[in-house]
């Protein structure tokens, strides 16, 4: 058996928060339906998908520590788009939200997952957005059930 064979998409059962900014809605819509319909096809319930608009990618970070401290998810995943401007605030969100993200997960142990398209232009956060490069929102929502999945092994002390 590989490590691959131990990863499942399998979101039955699973309850997932979906925070998806509204900063860049041409580009974060196609994102959030990415990520709905892989929990979908993954056996998710949509009953058990909350879905949430933030503002912009930086609320990102404090809404997912909302999300995770209300005890009711098995991981979070947050969609937005942040595109390189003429200053060096992009770096500024990305760093911060990225940093954020890493950290909420790892001190309360629920997967949170980074579904934000840092780009230099819109033309590539389309090609990200279910275009050439695929849709990261699917990828995300993917990454996080299974991790959620691996989580929940650990816990019950599953070695395989």
Same mark, same amino acid.
């Given at each position: 058996?590989? /490590? *691959?064979? @131990?990863?499942?998409?399998?979101? +039955? ?7 998806? +900014? ?5 580009? @974060? @819509?196609? %994102?959030?339906?990415? *990520? /709905?319909?892989?929990?979908?096809? *993954?056996?998710? +319930? =949509? #009953? ?23 005890? /009711?998810?098995d991981a979070v995943v947050c969609l937005g788009c942040v595109v390189r401007g003429e200053t060096s ?6 760093? =911060?939200?990225?940093?954020? %993200? *890493?950290?909420? #997960? ?37 990454? =996080?059930? =299974? ?14």
């Amino acid at each position: 058996m590989s /490590r *691959a064979d @131990t990863i499942r998409d399998d979101a +039955s059962g699973l309850r997932v928060a979906l925070l998806v +900014s509204r900063y860049h809605e041409e580009i @974060t @819509t196609p %994102l959030d339906e990415g *990520a /709905r319909a892989a929990f979908r096809d *993954a056996g998710g +319930s =949509a #009953s058990m998908l909350e879905v949430f608009d933030c503002p912009g990618a930086f609320e990102l970070a404090g809404l997912a520590g909302v999300a995770v401290a209300t005890g /009711r998810f098995d991981a979070v995943v947050c969609l937005g788009c942040v595109v390189r401007g003429e200053t060096s605030h992009d770096a500024w969100i990305n760093g =911060a939200v990225a940093g954020e %993200l *890493a950290a909420l #997960s790892a001190r309360q142990g629920v997967p949170v997952a980074f579904g934000l398209l840092t780009v230099n232009d819109l033309d590539q956060a389309r090609a990200r957005a279910g275009g050439a490069k695929g849709n990261k929102g699917e990828e995300s929502m993917l990454a =996080a059930i =299974a991790a959620a999945r691996v989580a929940a092994r650990i816990r019950q002390g599953a070695t395989s």
